[in-house]
């Protein structure tokens, strides 16, 4: 089986993609540092190993951790050792911290967010209506970015004050391309400034998720210091990074495929048709890293080997025409059924999945509503993706606002 090495700069992430399913539905992979896993690529078999009880989060079954491989250094550790959270752990404990998590976002209560985000919305839109007409503008910066990470810390009771030191350490956090002597102190960083939000909350208590997390510890739950601490980080960062990809890359597949752009606009295409095919089609989660396997496990004609490391590709199995069809490759916002698996599948999928398509859904249309000429300002081709192998997420998103609705030229 030939090994396929995961470009630490993602300059490729759409050939990548071809190169994993081609490779057949388990693919041996490199990840940044001369780490060997397997990947899954095909859809059908993510989805089996995405339920088999064989396939676990525990880091200590892996071959490699128990030979002393991994360095604590190594710049995706803390994606894979992030310490004991419902990320981490499998069975009654994943339940159990689960449940108090999925409590905060059912459908109804996230329901309740809509006013507050159509709130921060208008106020996102307001701001880019004062920027200077005619110029270019970082549409992530100035509006895929503030959105999600302004709900995420009102659910979670974080203080905006927070914000700029919090995307300064999720950014190394995530980047394959931060240096290894400075992995520990940023890994460091983060659970000093979570341990200050925890703190605060715990002398003043609010209506959140994180006051909620630390009650029920208090009630007889038994959550620790340690699971409070890593479920807050776990939301925040999970909770921010999706949405942002998936505003950006929704306003990216919309720009280069105009005739799908003016049937949206003029309402013979839905927005949740857009959203749904932009998580299959251009998913902000390209790979989730990693599970373990207990037993050997045959995956198609395969085996994924007893204590290796199994990262999910979700950028290779969006495409997968052996569940799509001969038009996967195809941006397809009428496409239906469309059963992506984006924010996974079986008993760990997102809990967020509700809040992320929420938000989408809410500032996505205002976006265009104000701005129906809004383009790219710069080819689709020059786009560059950020080195991070685990989300699909550009460096910037230049656009060309227009004329705001009802505005003269």
């Not at 994993?20 to 989805?47: D, F, I, K, Q, W």
């Not at 994606?79 to 004991?84: A, E, I, S, T």
Request: hydrophobic share 40%.
């Amino acid at each position: 089986m030939t090994r396929i090495a995961l470009d630490p700069f993602v300059r490729d992430l759409d050939g990548e993609s071809a190169a994993l399913r081609a490779a057949g539905p388990l693919a041996e992979v490199e990840l940044p540092g001369g780490v060997h896993v397997y990947a899954v690529t095909h859809h059908r078999e993510a989805r089996a190993l995405l339920t088999d009880s064989r396939v676990v989060k525990d880091i200590n079954v892996w071959n490699a951790w128990q030979r002393g491989e991994i360095p604590a250094d190594w710049p995706l550790i803390g994606l894979v050792n992030p310490g004991r959270s419902m990320l981490t752990v499998d069975g009654p404990d994943h339940r159990r911290l689960r449940t108090l998590v999925a409590q905060a976002l059912t459908v109804k209560r996230v329901e309740k967010l809509r006013a507050g985000i159509e709130a921060l919305t208008n106020a996102s839109l307001e701001r880019l209506a004062a920027l200077p007409a005619g110029e270019p503008v970082d549409l992530k910066a100035e509006f895929a970015y503030p959105l999600p990470m302004n709900v995420i810390s009102e659910l979670m009771g974080v203080d905006a004050a927070d914000h700029p030191r919090l995307k300064e350490l999720f950014e190394k956090f995530f980047s394959t391309q931060t240096p290894p002597e400075e992995v520990p102190q940023m890994m460091a960083d983060l659970g000093t400034l979570f341990t200050k939000i925890v703190e605060e909350k715990k002398a003043n208590p609010g209506d959140d998720l994180t006051s909620a997390l630390i009650a029920a510890s208090e009630d007889g739950d038994h959550l620790t210091d340690e699971e409070i601490l890593n479920t807050l980080q776990l939301i925040i960062a999970a909770g921010h990074e999706t949405t942002i990809s998936l505003i950006v890359n929704v306003v990216e597949a919309l720009a280069i495929h105009p005739e799908q752009r003016k049937k949206v606009l003029s309402g013979e295409i839905p927005w949740e048709g857009v959203i749904e095919e932009t998580l299959r089609w251009n998913t902000p989660t390209s790979h989730v890293l990693i599970r373990f396997a207990t037993e050997d496990i045959e995956v198609g004609d395969k085996v994924l080997p007893k204590g290796e490391g199994l990262v999910v590709s979700f950028g290779a199995l969006g495409r997968d025409e052996e569940q799509y069809g001969p038009t996967a490759g195809d941006f397809d916002a009428t496409r239906t059924p469309n059963r992506h698996i984006a924010f996974g599948h079986g008993p760990h999928v997102c809990p967020g999945a509700a809040l992320s398509r929420l938000e989408a859904g809410i500032a996505l249309p205002a976006l265009y509503e104000r701005f129906p000429e809004l383009d790219l300002a710069v080819p689709a081709a020059e786009l560059r993706n950020k080195p991070i192998v685990t989300q699909n997420d550009l460096h910037d998103l230049p656009v060309k606002l227009g004329c705001p609705f009802g505005h003269d030229a």
